[in-house]
């Protein structure tokens, strides 16, 4: 007989609830398949970890190859139709919210949330039928139970991050619309989840063997900890279910989130077998691509772990255009860039030898000379004009054109989209080695892992839950280690950047622009700005304007030689006209789908909505 639908009392957003119900969720397993021993019931658990976040996935949702970012300021999309169109008009409401965020298409990847409702209903077999199982020692017990709180409230708090309070999924329902579950606040929706992670706690391993590398062990569930209870703090998060208006952080949650910070260091201090720590020096560029086993750095406390196939195609077909990545068609064209608005947060060294921001005036920052003496990371993280970076086939230097009228230029007018896109002057290179343009040599041989947590965030939750706690970089929370102050200098020193001046350290609004900057640098690009942006309740600041997302239009002024990092250039700051960003107070909050309102008698939609 086929096991009953465990149907989490919503339907998806792009589904009715009816026609969600004729899915079984133990993906067509027969009932006893399921119970037959612990190898099968725990195969049956490894299920929930193909409904974890993708957000590499490459050409797998609705929206093509539109990555996260290019939701938030941090990318433009250089493609029509892979251009985020639904979330950036601000109208998320109705049957098109089925192309939310990447989109939702069903056989592949991405950020859809039907994966979140997918995974809830197999963790939640497992917790409440785990003793149905024969021939299950009290390990094997103990470690899928540990598994599954975890992944309960790892898929719940993809739901709360999102919609805000949400009922609690801690059952299994037949669907039959007798399950109208009152809707919780977020705060309550959190203190449950962090139920389940306390469960996680008392269950998981601290460590798993090799042939387990990417399963949340102790470590993972204490940094997700941290950021669950560093967002339970945010401003965005102490609205209630009938209002979103601008509130400040709870600073009694302030406090709990540097801790929980500060236990995730304490437990890497005091276990150093274990090899976590921060990458520095010529380490600092591999912390996400590598070509060899077991292809998990030592600064990933919790990650998306695939140990088969390559994903460089992700990125070759998300960052790279065909000058480098010899791609043609789609492939042919970069689908995301990085822009303006990223680089100016990177700091740049005065004549002083401080790093200082570019609108300080001891930066010496010089608009026609931009990319001189900036952050290290800004030369990790980005391409920009003029720059050599590898060589063709036939060993002759490739560089980065993008001025107008340059090879990245005519690829745009090849591919019809220069009278409907813009370029932004720069490409990603986080996530790229050079030498990527030898793909055809090297490309199969690099993998990218989508990296939930880590260890660099953990001090970054530390210096910003710390200083809105007490109000002051210098001060320590009880039970820390670390002021904000010191949080936020240990991740620049690893990459040779100064500390703070002292006079942003002492003055509030400074210093608390320092610690949104130093985490929108550090974890650039990591499917982090979108959500800071909006538990900040910043968002509709940063997007104000017809066209908030700016690039840079780059000219040559002499062309001597063939050497184009040694060409002149001039820089003129541009609206990128075609990316659009409309946020109100009501998009702080993703709305419910309407069939999902009109079904539950408990469903309250979210304001504005």
């Not at 399963?215 to 339970?232: M, N, T, V």
């Not at 201090?269 to 030592?298: E, V």
């Amino acid at each position: 007989m086929s096991l009953l639908l465990v149907c989490t009392a919503f339907a998806l957003l792009s589904v009715s609830c009816e026609d969600y119900l004729d899915k079984s969720p133990d993906q067509g397993i027969d009932e006893n398949e399921v119970y037959k021993d612990y190898n099968s019931f725990s195969g049956f658990l490894d299920k929930a970890y193909t409904y974890l976040d993708l957000y590499s996935g490459f050409n797998a949702c609705g929206n093509g190859r539109t990555h996260v970012g290019a939701i938030s300021d941090e990318f433009a999309s250089m493609y029509n139709g892979a251009e985020a169109k639904l979330i950036n008009s601000g109208a998320w409401s109705g049957k098109a919210i089925t192309s939310f965020e990447i989109g939702n298409k069903s056989g592949g990847g991405g950020t859809a949330i039907w994966k979140a409702y997918k995974g809830l209903r197999i963790v939640n077999r497992i917790i409440q039928d785990i003793d149905k199982v024969g021939d299950v020692t009290e390990l094997q017990k103990s470690q899928m139970l540990g598994q599954a709180y975890f992944l309960r409230g790892w898929f719940y708090f993809q739901l709360i991050k999102r919609y805000g309070g949400m009922p609690k999924f801690d059952a299994l329902y037949v669907g039959d619309g007798s399950e109208d579950l009152p809707r919780m606040t977020y705060q309550e929706s959190h203190a449950w989840m962090m139920e389940d992670l306390d469960m996680a706690l008392k269950y998981l391993p601290e460590r798993w063997d090799a042939d387990n590398v990417g399963r949340p062990d102790r470590i993972a569930a204490l940094a997700f900890k941290s950021e669950a209870e560093l967002y339970a703090a945010s401003p965005l998060m102490q609205n209630d279910l009938e209002s979103t208006v601008k509130k400040p952080y709870n600073k009694a949650a302030c406090i709990v989130a540097a801790q929980a910070a500060q236990a995730v260091l304490d437990e890497i201090n005091q276990n150093p077998s274990w090899g976590i720590q921060l990458r520095d020096g010529s380490d600092y560029a591999h912390i996400f691509y590598y070509s060899a086993p077991p292809y998990w750095q030592s600064e990933y406390l919790w990650a998306n772990y695939r140990t088969t196939g390559s994903t460089s195609r992700y990125i070759r077909s998300f960052f790279l255009p065909n000058i480098l990545s010899k791609g043609t068609g789609n492939d042919a064209i970069v689908f995301n860039a990085p822009t303006q608005n990223m680089v100016d947060l990177f700091g740049k060294q005065g004549s002083d030898g401080i790093y200082y921001p570019i609108t300080d005036a001891r930066s010496g920052y010089d608009p026609q000379d931009p990319y001189a003496n900036r952050d290290p990371r800004f030369y990790n993280n980005i391409l920009y004009c003029g720059q050599k970076w590898g060589n063709d086939f036939k060993g002759k230097p490739l560089y980065i054109e993008l001025y107008e009228g340059g090879g990245m230029s005519k690829v745009l007018e090849k591919n019809n989209q220069s009278n409907t896109r813009q370029q932004t002057g720069y490409l990603c290179k986080k996530f790229i080695w050079e030498g990527a343009d030898q793909y055809k040599k090297l490309w199969n041989q690099y993998r990218h892992q989508d990296v939930y947590i880590r260890l660099a965030e953990i001090y970054l939750n530390l210096a910003e839950a710390s200083f809105e706690a007490t109000g002051s970089a210098t001060t320590r929370v009880e039970g820390c280690s670390l002021s904000a102050e010191e949080a936020v200098n240990i991740i620049r020193a690893r990459v040779g950047i100064t500390p703070l001046p002292t006079d942003i350290v002492s003055d509030e609004t400074a210093f608390r622009s320092a610690y949104r900057r130093e985490r929108a640098v550090e974890l650039m690009f990591e499917d982090k700005r979108w959500w800071d942006l909006r538990r900040w309740m910043v968002a509709d600041e940063v997007f104000q304007g017809n066209y908030p997302i700016k690039g840079m239009k780059v000219t040559p002024v002499t062309k001597q030689g063939t050497d184009q990092s040694q060409w002149t250039y001039s820089y003129e700051v541009v609206d990128v006209i075609p990316e659009q960003r409309v946020f109100e107070m009501r998009n702080y909050w993703y709305p419910f789908a309407l069939n999902d309102v009109a079904a539950l008698n408990n469903l309250v939609q979210n304001p504005g909505w």
